[in-house]
């Protein structure tokens, strides 16, 4: 970490800069074994462990593991997504009766997460959709459930949704990671335009529990989201937060702003920015 923070220390940086740091090393043939970074903590004795991370100590030696006398291998994942669903001070989004809460919500994070907000942002933000979404149904009248819905088209599919979410996930993965270039997001983009036809129609399940009805959901879900992120990531050309561009490495002031990513009724995704 030196190398790439010298100012601020192996220890105090923040999980961004730690996360470049790492897939910069693997990138340039420098991991661990498995596509990681080594994390060692044999400086430190075992109470001063076990004060840190209580019973992880015995959870990590009944499976063969001394942080006290050897390495582990680290790597990053996805586990927060900073942006989010754009909403008013009562949840409510621009879709009628559509609420949003805690991590789906937009604008609690900027370009960076901060560590330990998550609990707090389902409590805040859960209990004001909660009782904006309880009074709103209060004077909504019970849509008659009697009426039959109108059928839906007959479905033939054709390909294997599974397989292609597990393809895009691993496209999003290596292109619109903590790692960005140009070239890498106009390639993604080209993939994730190209799932769009496929995703077009839905269709009828079929009789019972469909798995595959469900993952066309899931993907063409996933698609959107997709493109949602990778344009966002395409139109900022800077580095900032855990948006890393590769190609534009330092943080620009001008772009000191906000994105908002909006649908148009033909279903295409602009991007534009605000102060």
Same mark, same amino acid.
């Given at each position: 970490?030196?190398?790439?923070?010298? *100012?601020?220390?192996?220890?105090?940086?923040?999980?961004?800069?730690?996360?470049?740091?790492?897939?910069?090393? +693997?990138?340039?043939?420098?991991?661990?074994?498995?596509?990681? %970074?080594?994390?060692?903590?044999?400086?430190?004795?075992?109470? #001063?462990?076990? &004060?840190?991370?209580?019973?992880?100590?015995?959870?990590?030696?009944? @499976?063969?593991?001394?942080?006290?006398?050897?390495?582990?291998?680290?790597?990053?994942?996805?586990?927060?997504?900073?942006?989010?669903?754009?909403?008013?001070?009562?949840?409510?989004?621009? +879709? !009628?009766? $559509?609420?949003?809460?805690?991590?789906? +919500?937009?604008?609690?994070?900027?370009? @960076?997460?901060?560590?330990? @907000?998550?609990?707090?942002?389902?409590?805040?933000?859960?209990?004001?959709?909660?009782?904006?979404?309880?009074?709103?149904?209060?004077?909504?009248?019970?849509?008659?459930?009697?009426?039959?819905?109108?059928?839906? !088209?007959?479905?033939?599919?054709?390909?294997?949704?599974?397989?292609?979410?597990?393809?895009?996930?691993? $496209?999003?993965?290596?292109?619109?990671?903590?790692?960005?270039?140009?070239?890498?997001?106009?390639?993604?983009?080209?993939?994730?335009?190209?799932?769009?036809?496929?995703?077009?129609?839905?269709?009828?399940?079929? %009789?019972?529990?469909?798995?595959?009805?469900?993952?066309?959901?899931? $993907?063409?879900?996933?698609? $959107?989201?997709? &493109?949602? #992120?990778?344009?966002?990531?395409?139109?900022? *050309?800077?580095?900032?937060?855990?948006?890393?561009? &590769?190609?534009?490495? &330092?943080?620009? !002031?001008?772009?000191?702003?906000?994105?908002? #990513?909006?649908?148009?009724?033909?279903?295409?995704?602009? +991007?534009? #920015?605000?102060?």
């Amino acid at each position: 970490m030196k190398q790439f923070l010298p *100012e601020e220390g192996r220890y105090l940086a923040a999980r961004d800069l730690a996360t470049h740091a790492i897939l910069t090393e +693997v990138a340039a043939g420098r991991g661990s074994p498995h596509g990681g %970074a080594w994390l060692s903590f044999q400086h430190c004795s075992e109470p #001063v462990l076990r &004060e840190a991370f209580g019973p992880v100590i015995d959870r990590l030696a009944a @499976n063969g593991i001394d942080l006290t006398r050897q390495p582990i291998e680290v790597a990053p994942i996805a586990h927060y997504h900073m942006g989010g669903i754009r909403v008013d001070t009562g949840m409510r989004t621009t +879709v !009628p009766h $559509l609420f949003a809460a805690g991590e789906a +919500v937009g604008g609690a994070n900027g370009a @960076n997460r901060l560590s330990g @907000n998550a609990i707090t942002e389902a409590f805040t933000f859960g209990r004001r959709a909660g009782e904006q979404a309880a009074a709103l149904a209060a004077r909504t009248a019970m849509p008659d459930a009697a009426q039959p819905a109108a059928p839906a !088209p007959s479905r033939s599919i054709g390909f294997n949704p599974a397989a292609e979410i597990a393809s895009l996930q691993s $496209l999003m993965n290596t292109h619109v990671g903590p790692r960005r270039t140009r070239a890498g997001l106009e390639k993604a983009l080209a993939h994730i335009t190209a799932l769009a036809p496929l995703c077009a129609e839905l269709g009828a399940p079929r %009789a019972g529990l469909d798995a595959e009805w469900i993952d066309l959901h899931d $993907l063409r879900n996933l698609r $959107l989201v997709a &493109e949602c #992120v990778a344009r966002a990531a395409l139109s900022r *050309e800077e580095s900032r937060g855990a948006h890393q561009r &590769e190609d534009f490495p &330092e943080t620009d !002031p001008a772009w000191t702003r906000r994105q908002h #990513v909006t649908m148009a009724s033909d279903g295409s995704i602009a +991007v534009g #920015v605000a102060p």
